[in-house]
């Protein structure tokens, strides 16, 4: 409501500069943004903020609290199952991309080979990638379930005893490390084989006539050419897996004893399990903190280039 | 690194090679399939690694017995309202985000490279409180808005990325010829870009279709669930029913097969574009 009444002029002349700036080229690019924008706005702006309140009030999924203050985040602290989720996290991403940069250099140095059917093999090796997770996660539970499964029939075969791979703590956080670098590798592979074939070939053709060896092209050659390109897919890697709640849930729901519980499961737990809005914001405000220093640095990486 | 060209018996040393490991990284999925061929009695006495005495049973008990064919339904529908809502959408953002320049197009760009990086969890929360009093849960409605714009960063981008490759000279003639800015969007650049907004539509589908966790929190009732979810339920109930199990699974891996061999010459494109670039 206006405090001075508002004259008929001032109300065309506003709705006739609209019409003119929505007529002018300058308003077509915010036009074409305002959907987008929208949706941004109602779907992932607005519930954040709200959620960030949630995380300073002790309410559940059925009503709202009251405020508490930094309650909830000083509980985090000290509660050992916040820690934990904190240190799988950490272990479950490095080990993550460690093992799916390897694995994907490895194939992607393969790939970019003369080797007949090449094209055959760079489909078929994107398989784990875009298959569903639960699909994956199906089969991978038949072959280490109990001591009858696959695994346990192979390890027998040579005389070893059955490891319980997803009732022991150790065996199965390397289960699902194991899992999600399986899950992982063909993107690090498919980027990184666009990546070499992006090489500018007179590099290496300079390099063998001044007589380096194949090694040494690749030490001095191949490798500087993939930096770049490698702490950027890391990064993303490392934000992906401490995204991902399919597979330590579909394979072990977290267990046993919380062995495999990262921050989203956890966040998910105390929401959706225990009822506690409060704390599942404030462990899911920690997550994204730790996202956005990895996102910062990204970005500055991004602009370098 | 192929250089000088190798010889051709080191080359099919490498195919061989090659064909091992492609065997063994896909071993799962190999086994998985043959599995769904045998009874689970058969599948926990058998010793041998491969399948003997095939049987369809438990497609049979997957047909008469369980909700499949519904989790199936509501997945398609859920993956295909959300593929057309997010490629149109993106469409229009990906257009000024490749003709225009200023402010608000940075602003917009670096927003949506951060939207991709969200832990989702955190938006999960406030909006199944807000669905809740909706009475959205277990409405696909839900599912389908949360898609849309998980999926609007890399849509965005690939659209991007294919008006780019588009003259902008083709658009001058129209503008020429009296046509409006928009006019020439819609009329010259999307029909040249079809095959691009197609990939865009199969990687949306694919996503959509694979996707579980959203999908999980939002969809709790038996009729609502997609396949991802509903494939849980038998995971569960059914602990050990592994012949069933693995005949789910192998039913919902034919859609995204048949529609990765319909992208898979973008996907470089797609992967790099989307998650890379920013």
Same mark, same amino acid.
């Given at each position: 409501?206006?405090?001075?009444?508002?004259?008929?002029?001032?109300?065309?002349?506003?709705?006739?500069?609209?019409?003119?700036?929505?007529?002018?080229?300058?308003?077509?690019?915010?036009?074409?943004?305002?959907?987008?924008?929208?949706?941004?706005?109602?779907?992932?702006?607005?519930?954040?903020?709200?959620?960030?309140?949630?995380?300073?009030?002790?309410?559940?999924?059925?009503?709202?609290?009251?405020?508490?203050?930094?309650?909830?985040?000083?509980?985090?602290?000290?509660?050992?199952?916040?820690?934990?989720?904190?240190?799988?996290?950490?272990?479950?991403?490095?080990?993550?991309?460690?093992?799916?940069?390897?694995?994907?250099?490895?194939?992607?140095?393969?790939?970019?080979?003369?080797?007949?059917?090449?094209?055959?093999?760079?489909?078929?090796?994107?398989?784990?990638?875009?298959?569903?997770?639960?699909?994956?996660?199906?089969?991978?539970?038949?072959?280490?379930?109990?001591?009858?499964?696959?695994?346990?029939?192979?390890?027998?075969?040579?005389?070893?005893?059955?490891?319980?791979?997803?009732?022991?703590?150790?065996?199965?956080?390397?289960?699902?490390?194991?899992?999600?670098?399986?899950?992982?590798?063909?993107?690090?592979?498919?980027?990184?084989?666009?990546?070499?074939?992006?090489?500018?070939?007179?590099?290496?053709?300079?390099?063998?006539?001044?007589?380096?060896?194949?090694?040494?092209?690749?030490?001095?050659?191949?490798?500087?050419?993939?930096?770049?390109?490698?702490?950027?897919?890391?990064?993303?890697?490392?934000?992906?897996?401490?995204?991902?709640?399919?597979?330590?849930?579909?394979?072990?729901?977290?267990?046993?004893?919380?062995?495999?519980?990262?921050?989203?499961?956890?966040?998910?737990?105390?929401?959706?399990?225990?009822?506690?809005?409060?704390?599942?914001?404030?462990?899911?405000?920690?997550?994204?903190?730790?996202?956005?220093?990895?996102?910062?640095?990204?970005?500055?990486?991004?602009?370098?280039? | 690194?192929?250089?000088?060209?190798?010889?051709?018996?080191?080359?099919?040393?490498?195919?061989?090679?090659?064909?091992?490991?492609?065997?063994?990284?896909?071993?799962?999925?190999?086994?998985?399939?043959?599995?769904?061929?045998?009874?689970?009695?058969?599948?926990?006495?058998?010793?041998?690694?491969?399948?003997?005495?095939?049987?369809?049973?438990?497609?049979?008990?997957?047909?008469?017995?369980?909700?499949?064919?519904?989790?199936?339904?509501?997945?398609?529908?859920?993956?295909?309202?959300?593929?057309?809502?997010?490629?149109?959408?993106?469409?229009?953002?990906?257009?000024?985000?490749?003709?225009?320049?200023?402010?608000?197009?940075?602003?917009?760009?670096?927003?949506?490279?951060?939207?991709?990086?969200?832990?989702?969890?955190? %938006? $999960?929360?406030?909006?199944?409180?807000? #669905?809740?009093?909706?009475?959205? *849960?277990?409405? &696909? =409605? @839900?599912?389908?808005? /949360?898609?849309?714009?998980?999926?609007?960063?890399?849509?965005?981008?690939?659209?991007?990325?294919?008006?780019?490759?588009?003259?902008?000279?083709?658009?001058?003639? %129209? $503008?020429?010829?009296?046509?409006?800015? #928009?006019?020439?969007?819609?009329? *010259?650049?999307? &029909? =040249? @870009?079809?095959?691009? /907004?197609?990939?865009?539509?199969?990687?949306?589908?694919?996503?959509?279709?694979?996707?579980?966790?959203?999908?999980?929190?939002?969809?709790?009732?038996?009729?609502?669930?997609?396949?991802?979810?509903?494939?849980?339920?038998?995971?569960?109930?059914?602990?050990?029913?592994?012949? @069933?199990?693995?005949?789910?699974?192998?039913?919902?891996?034919?859609?995204?097969?048949?529609?990765?061999?319909?992208?898979?010459?973008?996907?470089?494109?797609?992967?790099?574009?989307?998650?890379?670039?920013?």
């Amino acid at each position: 409501m206006s405090v001075r009444p508002m004259l008929a002029d001032d109300t065309t002349t506003w709705r006739a500069s609209a019409r003119e700036w929505l007529r002018s080229g300058n308003s077509l690019p915010f036009l074409l943004l305002a959907p987008s924008i929208f949706l941004m706005l109602a779907v992932i702006a607005y519930p954040m903020l709200t959620g960030f309140y949630y995380g300073f009030t002790s309410g559940s999924l059925l009503k709202f609290g009251k405020f508490v203050g930094f309650d909830n985040y000083i509980r985090l602290l000290q509660s050992t199952d916040f820690l934990h989720a904190l240190w799988f996290s950490f272990i479950f991403a490095a080990f993550n991309v460690i093992g799916c940069f390897a694995l994907g250099l490895g194939l992607a140095l393969l790939l970019n080979q003369e080797v007949p059917f090449r094209g055959f093999f760079r489909v078929a090796l994107l398989l784990p990638w875009i298959v569903p997770s639960i699909v994956s996660i199906v089969s991978w539970r038949w072959m280490m379930a109990d001591q009858h499964a696959l695994f346990n029939q192979i390890i027998g075969l040579f005389g070893g005893s059955p490891v319980y791979f997803l009732s022991d703590e150790h065996w199965a956080i390397a289960a699902v490390i194991a899992i999600k670098i399986w899950r992982s590798f063909p993107f690090m592979m498919l980027s990184l084989l666009a990546a070499l074939q992006g090489i500018d070939r007179s590099l290496y053709e300079a390099a063998a006539l001044d007589g380096a060896s194949r090694w040494n092209q690749f030490r001095y050659v191949t490798m500087p050419q993939l930096r770049n390109i490698s702490i950027v897919l890391c990064l993303l890697m490392t934000i992906w897996t401490v995204n991902d709640f399919d597979t330590p849930w579909l394979l072990t729901q977290g267990g046993p004893a919380n062995a495999t519980e990262n921050l989203v499961l956890l966040a998910y737990r105390y929401t959706f399990g225990r009822n506690d809005v409060g704390l599942g914001s404030a462990v899911s405000f920690v997550t994204l903190a730790i996202l956005m220093v990895l996102v910062v640095i990204l970005l500055r990486r991004q602009r370098e280039r | 690194m192929a250089y000088p060209a190798p010889s051709s018996r080191k080359r099919w040393t490498l195919f061989w090679l090659l064909v091992v490991i492609t065997i063994i990284v896909n071993l799962p999925i190999i086994l998985m399939v043959m599995n769904s061929f045998q009874t689970t009695e058969q599948l926990v006495q058998r010793t041998t690694i491969l399948p003997r005495d095939l049987t369809v049973a438990n497609y049979r008990y997957l047909n008469e017995r369980t909700h499949f064919w519904t989790f199936l339904w509501n997945s398609f529908t859920v993956s295909g309202v959300s593929t057309i809502t997010s490629a149109a959408v993106a469409a229009l953002a990906g257009y000024a985000l490749s003709r225009f320049r200023g402010r608000l197009i940075t602003g917009y760009s670096r927003a949506l490279f951060v939207v991709q990086m969200f832990p989702i969890i955190l %938006a $999960l929360i406030p909006l199944f409180m807000l #669905f809740r009093t909706l009475g959205l *849960i277990n409405s &696909p =409605l @839900s599912v389908i808005i /949360l898609y849309t714009v998980v999926h609007l960063p890399f849509a965005t981008w690939m659209a991007r990325a294919f008006f780019d490759t588009i003259p902008r000279e083709l658009e001058d003639a %129209a $503008l020429v010829d009296g046509c409006s800015r #928009f006019g020439a969007f819609v009329r *010259i650049v999307l &029909p =040249l @870009s079809g095959p691009g /907004l197609a990939a865009i539509g199969i990687f949306s589908f694919l996503f959509s279709y694979n996707e579980f966790f959203v999908a999980n929190v939002f969809l709790r009732d038996q009729d609502a669930m997609t396949l991802p979810v509903g494939i849980t339920m038998f995971m569960q109930q059914y602990s050990t029913d592994w012949g @069933s199990l693995m005949a789910a699974a192998t039913v919902t891996v034919i859609p995204t097969f048949i529609l990765f061999l319909g992208i898979q010459k973008w996907i470089t494109y797609g992967a790099v574009s989307g998650g890379v670039k920013g």
